[in-house]
């Protein structure tokens, strides 16, 4: 009898523990609009993405590129890249990925309509198939992100998503990839079921069925992890992180983000709101001044913003690109806080008195955004300048800085290199070349562009690593930008869960062990 | 009654139009929601094209008229954020807010009317003053914190009910409902309490101040004279008189439970329209936020309908059409 108890004791006890080693249930941030992989780029859709699909390529945790479906891949010439498959890779329903599958996602990217994806195949004019696990790709000039950009190009079934529409990835009819999960339901708004690949190239992983729950309120999802609702949660707020960490039955992961916080500062003929302390418009622009450029720069106390307002999540910048992204340039260290010599520079300027103009953020977009922005205004008035803070959420926000209403704008900005970031944000903006989209700053400086402009034509690594360094150290000795600090991510899980945190910020179940 | 019908449906075809102008404008002052939604890889050509893809480069006019061209034919345009025809995006989050919706509206009334009889009949007892400190609170505690403070204790604390979410749904003709299992129930009740506190208190109010005045009244007097039990006076007497205002109230408050059931889908992560609204504002999904207003005021209009014909019918010294 108490054997027979023992056994059944020891059973239900293993039975208990296999079920719940199977299942993980993760609170994602935010709300995911789609399962067409090529239709909107955005986090929560890209992070769903990864699980069902796979690229040619894969960035891994630091965000350097490795191999995924492409075993291997190279420059045959400056215009000319040839990427070798993995042989024997099968999709969900059992066929096998050939160059025909790659090169019909390719082109399926230019062909949903409002996809957002044509940026990272459209410089591709010619796609060639030798044979069926080798593809070569050609672009008009020499361009040496096509392994980058096909990191965010998803390979689907040619025969599941041929004519599907945007419909057919979310019912599942075409959700077939050569991902980690299967695809098994998606209640828009509520939540995304996968259950394990077991056939999957890189290992099946270690879950039977996920189950991604979207739960943005920042209460909620904690109370759900709290409560055993959730296994493992994504963006933990930062005001949360000392209670988390003293929960015996919560671990956290913590990770820098490839977002690096920044300020644009107007350096056009004429920026909007910046007048002298009685409200008179100024002359001149200052932002044109280095040397205010640099001094309000120096008036920013990172290490306190890391440490008071970010709870110690975030590390202050000196780079537009958080370390270990490709480009960074090590040598730049984040400005030292000096109010004096920032009031000093600012009397050498010829603004001894100062000047007032508008600080402008978001309210709803980065952590603790409008916090921030009010402690850089109050640092900004010790050394003479009154920055009026104002807060719009990011509907609001974003079309404004694109008009070039913003002064003084605080913008947070994710890159796989620095080149990428530098080319979209201080490029002088050229809409023929593709530069400077995102450059509110008005910024121009021909031996950044050209430093540029080399990068992205040297197809070999270490060349192009040094030039986009020296165009971040240009850039970034000239203060066209003032960086803030990168923010550093934080998952929580519940015990024993371990995650690998990631510097892109995804939140991969198939990188949550078990341990 | 059916010109009073007629005429009710015509003035709402005309809010349909003033309205979609409005927030048709109103969404095209904001700016581009190339602006939000936009890739940031992209380039400025690319940014071009999207925009033009959705005809978001065009005068606000020409963008108004091929709306209400494709309007007239049933096409509220299709979203920028999903992808899918507009339409058909909220009536497949419709569900889940109205049952959110109707059972906070049942727990109100079925718990509201009886509670506030109670405390009408007898306002100065132990009870009667519960009731109405009661209902005080349910007036004033802001739904965000309350809904807070439940998931707190009943989900965190004691463990009973889940935090968040809508759990798994049942086909009812068709329709996917949470109340057919115990599981769908669990994932129901908080969120529905949470959005039946404030109507709650706002009936048993409505109740007791009604089954107050009636008890003054002379029918009552009468009715007790006739020597009718206390219970057949107050459940049917007083009861049908203090239901004329509950209804209507209730009725209008329908609406409005369904229009804040916003904050109580956040926070609970229902998967209700009131939270679609609020993510497409956040992108400027105009498609979205133009199809879910139009729904709204169609939904308001039969509301309101269907209140004054259950009034007249309740009442019937309230006649219809003269000056409605």
Redesign the interface.
Known sequence: MRRALRILVAGSILWATLTHAADLRVGLAADVTSMDPHFLDLQPNVNIGWHVFDALTHVDEDSRLIPGLAASWRALDATTWEFRLRRGVRFHDGSELTAEDVVFSIERTLQVPAGQFRPFSQRIVAKEIPDPYTIRLRTAVPYAMVPYDLDSVFIVSKTAAAGARSEDFDSGKAMIGTGPFRFVRFARGDRVELARNHSYWGGAPPWDRVTFRIVPTDPARLAGLLSGDLDLIEQVPTADLPRIRRDAKIETAQKVSWRTIFFHLDQRERAPGITDKAGKPLARNPFRDVRVRHALSMAIDRQTIAGRLMDGAALPASNLVSPPVFGYAPDLKPDPYDPEGAKRLLAEAGYTDGFAMTLSATSNRYVNDEQIAQAVAQMFARVGVRARVEAFPVNVYLPRGARGELAFAMLGWGSFSADLALRSLVATADAKKGFGAFNWSGYSNPKVDELLERAFATVDEKARETLAREAMRTAMRDVAVIPLHHQVTTWAMRRPLAYAPRTDEFTFAHHVRPR | MFSFVARRLAQSLGVLVLMSLLVFAGVYA???PM????????????????TA??GLDRPLAEQYFFFLRDAATGHLGRS?????PAIG?IL??MPATLELATAAMLISLVLGIPLGLWAGVAPRSAAGRTITVGSILGFSLPTFWVG?ML??VF??GL?WL?????GPTTNFAGIPVSFLSIEGLRHLALPAANLALFNLSLIARLARSGAREAMRQDYVRFARAKGLSERRVVGVHVLRNVLVPVATVAGVEFGSVIAFAVVTE????W??MG??LI?S????DRPVIVAYLCIVVVMFVVINLAVDLLASWLDPRIRLGADA
């Open positions: 904001v700016g581009n602006d939000i939604l936009i890739n940031p890889q992209s380039d400025q050509n690319e940014i071009a094209r999207a893809a959705l920028f954020a999903y992808n899918l995006l497949e989050r807070l998931i707190m989900s965190v463990g889940p935090t968040s979410g809508r956040s926070i609970f992560a998967p209700g939270k679609l993510d504002i956040g992108v400027l």
